[in-house]
Antibody, heavy 118, light 110 residues
C-alpha cells in the first residue's frame, strides 16, 4: 500500500525559504517508472503543479516558479524534499506530495497547510 | 503555461448524466493522451478518477468515463449520486515537460 505524508512548517515569514519533506512508503524511488510530485492549492483555488522528480533523479519544474524551486530525493530514507525560496503571502496554500509519473498523479498525501505571514 | 479551461460549475439530478469539459491546446490536451481527472471533496485531498484520457483506476466506479476530441477532454458521470457532489479537476502533460491543471468544476447534485 502506497502512502505519502507531508511535513514542514505551518507558518513562514515573507522572504523566508520553505522546506517541505515528503516521507513515503510502499514503493522505492529507485524503481524504474516511479516519480513524486509536489502540487499546491491556495485556499478556495485550483490545483497547481510545482515540481516532479523521477527514479533517475531527473527533475522537472513549473515554468513560472522554477527559479524558486528545488526538488531532491533521499532514496535511503524514502523522502523527497521541496524547497521554495523568497516566500510571499500568495504562496499560502495546502502543499501535496503525490506519486505518479507522466500519465497521472495517482496517490496523494493528506497535504500540509502553509501560511505566509509576518 | 496557461491553466486548462473548465466550466466553473455544473449540476444534475440524481440518476442523470453530466459532462465536464476541459479545453487546452495542441501543446497539452491535444498533443498527448496524458489527460487525467481528479475528484476533490471539501477538506480532502484529490482522488484520481481517470488517467490516460479514458482509463479508470482500480476501485473507481464505471459510472465515471473519459474521452477526448482534439484539444478538449471530457469527463462524464452517469447515474449521478449524492456522493458525486465535489470539485473536479482535469490535468494534462505538456510539451514543456510540465503538467497543467484546469481551474476546477464544482458539481452540484440537485
Amino acid at each position: 500500500q502506497v502512502t505519502l505524508r507531508e511535513s514542514g512548517p505551518a507558518l513562514v515569514k515573507p522572504t523566508q525559504t520553505l522546506t517541505l519533506t515528503c516521507t513515503f512508503s510502499g514503493f522505492s524511488l529507485s524503481t524504474s517508472g516511479m516519480c513524486v510530485s509536489w502540487i499546491r492549492q491556495p485556499p478556495g483555488k485550483a490545483l497547481e503543479w510545482l515540481a516532479l522528480i523521477d527514479w533517475n533523479d531527473v527533475k522537472y519544474y513549473s515554468t513560472s516558479l522554477k527559479t524558486r524551486l528545488t526538488i531532491s530525493k533521499d532514496t535511503s530514507k524514502n523522502q523527497v524534499v521541496l524547497t521554495m525560496t523568497n516566500m510571499d503571502p500568495v504562496d499560502t496554500a495546502t502543499y501535496y506530495c503525490v506519486s505518479g509519473c507522466v500519465d497521472a498523479f495517482d496517490i496523494w498525501g493528506h497535504g500540509t497547510m502553509v501560511a505566509v505571514s509576518s | 503555461q496557461s491553466a486548462l479551461t473548465q466550466p466553473a460549475s455544473v449540476s444534475g439530478s440524481p440518476g442523470q448524466s453530466i459532462t465536464i469539459s476541459c479545453t487546452g491546446t495542441s501543446s497539452d490536451v491535444g498533443g498527448y493522451n496524458y489527460v487525467s481527472w481528479y475528484q476533490q471533496h471539501p477538506g480532502k485531498a484529490p482522488k484520481l478518477m481517470i488517467y490516460d484520457v479514458s482509463q479508470r483506476p482500480s476501485g473507481v466506479s464505471n459510472r465515471f468515463s473519459g474521452s477526448k476530441s482534439g484539444n478538449t477532454a471530457s469527463l462524464t458521470i452517469s447515474g449521478l449520486q449524492a456522493e458525486d457532489e465535489a470539485d473536479y479537476y482535469c490535468s494534462s502533460y505538456t510539451t514543456s515537460s510540465t503538467w497543467v491543471f484546469g481551474g476546477g468544476t464544482k458539481l452540484t447534485v440537485l
